[in-house]
């Protein structure tokens, strides 16, 4: 759960887009994560959700060193339960797709362990949105990396998460204009 978590406030992948990556679609060496499908049901789409979702994201050391982890554990896992060659970098024990509906019930579990408050797949997404715009990636890198088709939806979707872009605005203007 750990290593889904983090991947997806690294990547801001779509909690679908995630659970179809196969290793193959991960580079540790350059960082990246080609996002080529999506989990739609319990079925793998050859397409992700639009054509513009098909992207190449980068992603920071400590998330791939979570994934190098998670990739070790895995393999002793698998081979125990008779599967050493699962490709999926996200499967279930018993051979398969996880589906979004049922890994929520592990999230609503692991988040409570945690003692934090329970939050759906979609809140990981938005707070890697946040967390990029607070740190000044400009809002057209924000749509490459999200998968959006247009920056309206960008914008129109995650525009109020820079509270202090906002007041930095504020502050120029009033530099500016010398009142």
Known sequence: MKALCRLLVASGLRVGEALALNWSDIDLNEQTVSVNKT??????????????????VIIDTA????????????????????QPNQPLVFPRR??????????????????????????????FRHTHASLCLNAGVDYKELQAR????????TLDIYSHLAPEKEKAAAELVAKYANF
């Open 94 to 123: 018993e051979r398969g797709l996880h589906s979004s509906s049922t890994l929520s019930v592990y999230l609503k579990k692991y988040l409570s362990d945690c003692e934090l408050p329970h939050v759906g797949w979609h809140a």
């Open 146 to 153: 999200l998968g959006h088709s247009s920056i309206k939806m």
């Open 39 to 56: 989990l739609s049901g319990k079925e793998v789409s050859n397409t992700p959700k639009t054509e513009s979702s098909k992207r190449v």
């Open 63 to 82: 998330a791939i060193n979570r994934l190098k982890r998670w990739q070790l554990y895995q393999k002793r896992a698998m081979l125990e339960v008779g």
